[in-house]
């Protein structure tokens, strides 16, 4: 304050007047040199694209002929870019929500426990992860084959876990070696046994390598005697690898074929059923006297359980978005857990003292305070869903990639990616900058409006 | 009271347990990767990654080895850095001189223009890609380094400046006041006082920026040439035949995410503070 009052005593009026401009015009090119970098690149790379985006958007392919809004119309005609605008819809309706509603759930979650910082950390970092090395790395968990995809190998363990046999898809029997095939595919023992027998059954056609791991030599079970009123036998494979074996009998080398399912028929009816042991052997005790007949059943022989499609065409869409998720729950979750933090602790405790229980507390008091802070999750991830592209350019193979398209990949594969039309294109571009734009005002209002 | 006290216990180590559950489902997949990036392409052949958990024989760098050893993908991890670092510097000072002279300099049109660059934060990428690659193709921009940095410096500044100016404004009037009485020119100022005050903002913002350009594969898929494209490109050139190059996009991929996740553990907290108010793009 001092400073200023003994400057303004100085020098004469005019002179000060005039210093006073000088200084002033001097501010402004200062200022304007200050601007000016970004004013430049702005006007040039931004500006000036988006005005000739939306002029070349009222133009053919080529550039060359003014077509109208021709461009827009074709944009909800052509079949492929339909879709985009559809998988786009999908993609803006249902990642944000499930987004929204898992970080909610675990922003509640994780502040009951000690370790919330760790876990926080765990799931946000993601979000430091390229958006092309989660397509790769959800590309290696959504294999199709088991035994490269994490997801399917867990399919099918869950399957196989209800379902004891093993399939052999190509096994079948030797004509004329004592077994005949069924119409569903089953195979029966063409001459009845009884009680005390013991029975072989030969199939061929399972390559060595297909055999179960720990499957047994057969010809021990096989020579086994079967007590008066049980029923034995071996499912082996009748086949000696490297050659030397006599058909239709068991020969020293010969694999049983464990996991088999086995049933005992009598006068049309199965009495009795059992699955094989890892020598391929099989026993019916307790049998009543009387003549059998020993099934295979198709069940058997159908082709094995292969897991599920993910990368299919119907369930490409719902599979990128689970890859999203697992990039973008933390954002959601510590965002949504920094406006509970700032929730009044008094009205949830006084809820909790008045004896609600805890969901009755998330449901009346929480969700309803927090739900600015969920509109903002929300509506950043529109805008951020609105807008995606790597995913699904990497994660969907290449047959599939029509299926899977969203409006910024059809951008590019119209203008770049060999469409090469550019007016369909700059439309498309176009038509995304007018997406966005109602989510970008309420943002950047929310946005000002905190920093006040 | 035992018997809430007990519900609450039960109901807390159920908690711990669906918690524990996540997180290991979200560790998964990048194990996966890992131990992907370390087994031979005939061990990926026979099996899934997990069965190398039972027989760590599988494992080896040799990928990696092999990976360093390819000149086209050392460049492109070279090419990466030459995009992002040249790009965070430039966006941070750019938006800091245009942020700051925004917030407390005086010129014409001036609130005009903050409000243009506001709107434009909506702008798509997309949208700039087509005519901008006309223009450096006239310039001979097209397919170089410094043609994509242009590009993403281009489209961060919109954001960089909204971020700068509006914390800029926060500083005290009477600061800014007294440095010039001192006789401070605003050079002076905007270096000696304005920088280090605004250093939380500035490197938020540089954070999140570096992350963004380091991540990006758009923007430099289509101005970068084979000679100037980053390692996103590069990978992303092999995704065609996946099955059979899982050896090289598995190790590839780590080495890609492995910076950023880096800078992550190391600026935990201005890393969150950027990407959260980086979300609003």
Redesign the interface.
């Known amino acids: 304050m001092t400073v200023t009052l003994t400057r303004t005593t100085a020098p004469p009026a005019a002179e000060a007047v005039a210093r006073k401009r000088r200084a002033r015009r001097r501010g402004r090119t200062v200022a304007l040199l200050f601007v000016l970098p970004a004013l430049l690149l702005l006007g040039a790379l931004v500006v000036y694209p988006v005005l000739f985006s939306v002029g070349r958007s009222f133009f053919d392919a080529s550039g060359t002929r003014f077509v109208g809004g021709d461009n827009y119309t074709e944009m909800f005609r052509d079949p492929a870019t339909l879709k985009a605008v559809r998988n786009t819809a999908v993609w803006v309706v249902v990642a944000p929500t499930l987004l929204t509603g898992l970080g909610l759930i675990l922003a509640v979650l994780v502040e009951k426990v000690r370790w919330a910082t760790a876990f926080k950390l765990l799931l946000f970092m993601p979000m430091a992860v390229s958006f092309l090395a989660a397509g790769i790395i959800f590309r290696l968990a959504y294999d199709e084959d088991p035994d490269k995809g994490v997801l399917n190998a867990a399919a099918v363990g869950v399957h196989d876990a209800f379902r004891d046999t093993a399939g052999y898809p190509t096994a079948r029997a030797r004509d004329g070696a004592g077994l005949t095939r069924g119409a569903d595919g089953s195979y029966r023992t063409g001459t009845t046994v009884s009680p005390g027998d013991t029975v072989t059954l030969g199939l061929v056609g399972v390559a060595p390598k297909d055999l179960p791991a720990g499957a047994e030599p057969a010809s021990a079970a096989a020579a086994r005697p079967a007590g008066p009123d049980e029923l034995r036998g071996v499912v082996y494979l009748d086949f000696t690898p490297g050659g030397g074996g006599k058909q239709g009998a068991v020969d020293r080398q010969e694999s049983g074929l464990p996991k088999v399912r086995v049933e005992a028929v009598r006068d049309g009816k199965t009495v009795a059923s059992t699955t094989t042991a890892a020598d391929g052997s099989f026993r019916f005790p307790g049998l009543e006297t009387g003549s059998y007949s020993v099934a295979l059943p198709g069940s058997n022989f159908s082709q094995p359980y292969d897991g599920i499609s993910w990368l299919g065409p119907a369930l490409v869409t719902p599979a990128i978005i689970g890859a999203y998720l697992w990039i973008w729950t933390g954002f959601a979750m510590v965002l949504i857990g920094a406006g509970l933090s700032t929730l009044p602790r008094d009205s949830l405790e006084a809820a909790r003292m008045d004896g609600a229980n805890e969901w009755q507390v998330f449901r009346r008091i929480t969700v309803p305070l927090l739900a600015p802070v969920l509109t903002v999750v929300f509506v950043t991830l529109v805008i951020n869903v609105m807008k995606v592209f790597d995913l699904v350019y990497i994660i969907a193979p290449g047959p599939v990639q029509e299926d899977a398209t969203v409006l910024a990949t059809q951008m590019w594969l119209v203008s770049f990616g060999g469409g090469n039309d550019q007016g369909l294109g700059s439309a498309l571009g176009v038509l995304l900058l007018l997406l966005v734009i109602p989510a970008m005002v309420f943002n950047v209002r929310r946005f000002r409006g905190s920093q006040r | 009271m035992n018997l809430s006290a007990l519900r609450r216990g039960l109901?807390?180590s159920l908690?711990?347990a669906?918690?524990v559950v996540?997180?290991l489902l979200?560790?998964?997949?990048?194990a996966?990767?890992l131990v992907?990036s370390l087994r031979s392409a005939q061990d990926?052949a026979?099996?899934?990654?997990?069965t190398a958990l039972t027989s760590p024989r599988q494992l080896s760098f040799d990928n990696y080895t092999s990976l360093l050893g390819n000149a086209g993908m050392t460049r492109a991890f070279w090419n990466t850095v030459l995009i992002s670092v040249p790009t965070t510097i430039l966006v941070v000072a750019?938006?800091a001189?245009?942020g700051?002279?925004?917030a407390w300099?005086?010129?014409?049109g001036?609130d005009a223009?903050f409000l243009?660059?506001?709107a434009?934060?909506?702008?798509?990428?997309?949208?700039?890609?087509?005519?901008?690659a006309k223009?450096f193709g006239q310039l001979g921009l097209f397919g170089t380094i410094p043609g994509v940095v242009?590009?993403h410096?281009?489209?961060g500044?919109?954001f960089a400046?909204?971020l700068l100016r509006?914390y800029f404004?926060?500083i005290p009037r009477e600061m800014l006041e007294a440095a010039r009485?001192d006789g401070g020119?605003?050079?002076r100022i905007?270096t000696r006082l304005v920088l280090p005050v605004g250093r939380p903002a500035l490197a938020s913002l540089a954070i999140f920026q570096f992350?963004w350009v380091?991540?990006?594969?758009?923007v430099a898929l289509?101005f970068a040439d084979s000679s100037s494209q980053p390692l996103?490109v590069e990978?992303?050139s092999q995704?065609?035949q996946?099955?059979s190059n899982?050896d090289v996009?598995?190790p590839g991929?780590?080495l890609?995410?492995i910076v950023?996740?880096a800078?992550?553990?190391a600026f935990?907290r201005h890393?969150?503070q950027g990407?959260?108010a980086g979300?609003?793009?």
């Open positions: 109901g807390n908690v711990q669906v918690l996540v997180g979200w560790l998964t997949p990048l996966g990767l992907s990926t026979k099996g899934g990654w997990w750019i938006a001189l245009a700051y002279a925004f300099l005086e010129f014409p001036r223009l243009l660059v506001v434009l934060l909506v702008v798509p990428v997309q949208i700039g890609l087509l005519p901008v223009l242009l590009f410096v281009s489209y500044l919109p400046i909204f509006n404004a926060e009485m020119n605003e050079w905007f992350l380091w991540n990006d594969m758009l289509l996103t990978l992303q995704i065609r996946f099955g899982i996009l598995a991929a780590f890609s995410l950023p996740v800078v992550f553990f935990q890393f969150v990407v959260m979300s609003v793009k």
